[in-house]
């Protein structure tokens, strides 16, 4: 087996280590949840000697939101993250991938042949913080990009719950999850400024347009409408 899988024997033998401050939850039972842990515990083993040898790390410039009681909802931590990393209110996000690494978040795409779950997300006691997202080809881009954020909000808003042994997901954080997800890539000033620049324009073509200049998909523009009180449930 070593011979066939080039590695050392002692790399077969080896236990994996445990991660505890994880969340990874999905809506229905994963039969290679150990696995993908044992492939991020790994790469974030492989990441951080990189960084120790290399004298080259980046510094966490969120570390200070997560679990801020004074932040009282989404919306507001959302605002505050993007003015923390300095994105204008109005800015949309052109490269969430390059935006999270310059945050000091470890990211990783790993491919995984099902929809049982989007993403993962490390806390500092794992040698995060981290952010993995399944990037297989039938989750759309903007699918894998809002999971981004959406995991970023969880490490801004529920670390202080983060707990690998817990396997299902909290309807309550996932809902603020979303939310913050939402406004992060789509502040509210940059939304209502392009709404208003649409004005005139057929419905589904402002809903088109608002989705391709933020990278949201048209779930999201649509929620983000509903929430404003524009149109109704039939749309």
Avoid at 154 to 173: C, F, I, R, W
Avoid at 181 to 201: N, V
């Amino acid at each position: 087996l070593s011979k066939a899988l080039d590695c050392k024997l002692q790399d077969l033998v080896m236990p994996v280590k445990e991660m505890t401050t994880v969340r990874f939850r999905a809506k229905k039972k994963m039969n290679r949840r150990e696995q993908v842990l044992a492939v991020v515990s790994d790469w974030l083993d492989d990441f951080s000697f990189l960084e120790d040898l290399l004298d080259d790390k980046e510094e966490y410039k969120l570390q200070g939101f997560a679990d801020n009681k004074k932040i009282l909802n989404p919306q507001r931590y959302a605002k505050a993250a993007r003015r923390a990393i300095g994105l204008k209110d109005d800015e949309p996000i052109h490269d969430i991938s390059g935006l999270i690494e310059s945050c000091g978040i470890k990211l990783l795409a790993l491919p995984y042949s099902s929809d049982a779950f989007n993403g993962l997300s490390v806390g500092t006691g794992d040698k995060g913080p981290a952010i993995i997202i399944n990037t297989w080809e039938r989750i759309s881009i903007e699918r894998q990009i809002f999971s981004t954020a959406h995991e970023l909000g969880h490490l801004l808003m529920h670390l202080g719950d983060y707990n690998s042994e817990v396997l299902t997901e909290d309807k309550a954080q996932e809902k603020e999850a979303d939310l913050f997800a939402g406004y992060f890539l789509m502040p509210q000033a940059g939304f209502a400024s392009e709404w208003e620049e649409t004005y005139g324009m057929p419905f589904l073509d402002r809903v088109m347009k608002i989705k391709g200049i933020f990278k949201v998909s048209y779930k999201t523009v649509i929620y983000r409408l509903k929430q404003e009180g524009i149109g109704d449930d039939s749309i």
